[in-house]
């Protein structure tokens, strides 16, 4: 019993250790999602990965969440969810929870089950231990930090400016990193910029640093956490 312990400890670790791993570069790798059979080995190189020409579910498209009255008729800030997407002036202020209910009611988090799930398995043990969360965000976002074992990004209407810091270059961050809208007016940070379009997703890997510009008004994207036990501790303990 306590050699069984001893070896879960280990393996526990181990296991740990690759999930604290990262590159200490801005290398972007690219694959087309014709060659789906290859995401669950790239994303392990633990860098980030854009999977082009990839089919918007009909159930979250701009046609779709129009409608349905009882999404229209969302308020997400100072107007309903059909004006915003009609691009009419918006203030927005949405939780994460309405964010993430309207995900549910639509059927994505059905459809990333199906079609997400598998492919971003990590080890043998993963169909038994992992987990998958989406929601719908709109509009731009502040700076933002991964906690999942991959985030996966796809914008649904507007071109996205994805601003991204590796995790190397945390030491640079101010403690108010959280406000940050703006990268180009914080300092010295080192960051890339990540041009993503309708269509195309980008899998962040763990502990990175993103920002969410819209390029015109409108603009919404999916954003995917894909969790295992190591991940959602981590979550718990920066929350908590």
């Known amino acids: 019993m306590i050699l069984f312990l001893i070896i879960c400890s280990i ?3 181990i296991y740990v250790f690759f ?3 990262s590159i200490s570069d801005y290398t972007i790798l690219q694959l087309d999602y014709s060659q789906k059979e290859k995401i669950s080995e790239t994303v392990l190189e633990k860098t980030p990965l854009i999977i082009k020409n990839i089919e918007i579910p ?11 009255q009882r999404f229209a008729d969302i308020f997400v ?5 059909s004006d915003y997407l009609n691009k009419n002036e918006c203030i927005l202020q949405i939780s994460k929870e309405l964010e993430t209910f309207i995900a549910n009611e639509t059927g ?4 990333i089950n199906s079609n997400w799930l598998e492919k971003l ?3 043998p043990l993963s169909p038994y231990i992992s987990s998958i969360e989406s929601k719908l965000s709109f509009g731009s976002h502040q700076l933002q930090k991964t906690l999942a074992i991959y985030t996966l990004i796809m914008p649904i209407e507007s071109k996205y400016t994805i601003s991204l810091i590796n995790p190397n270059y945390v ?3 101010p403690e108010n990193w959280r406000t940050i809208q703006d990268l180009e007016t914080s300092g010295k940070l080192k960051f890339i910029d990540v041009i993503v ?5 980008l899998i962040v890997p763990p502990h990175w640093y993103y920002l969410m510009k819209a390029e015109e008004n409108g603009g919404y994207y999916s954003l995917i956490e894909y969790h295992e036990p190591v991940s959602l501790l981590n979550r718990y303990l920066e929350k908590n």
């Open 121 to 123: 398995h990590t080890n």
């Open 171 to 173: 030491l640079s961050l």
């Open 11 to 13: 393996l526990f670790f």
């Open 108 to 111: 994505f988090q059905s459809y």
């Open 58 to 68: 009909h159930c979250i498209q701009k046609r779709s969440l129009l409608g349905v």
């Open 77 to 81: 800030g100072s107007c309903k969810l």
């Open 197 to 201: 379009r309708p269509g195309t997703l």
């Open 19 to 21: 999930y604290k791993q």
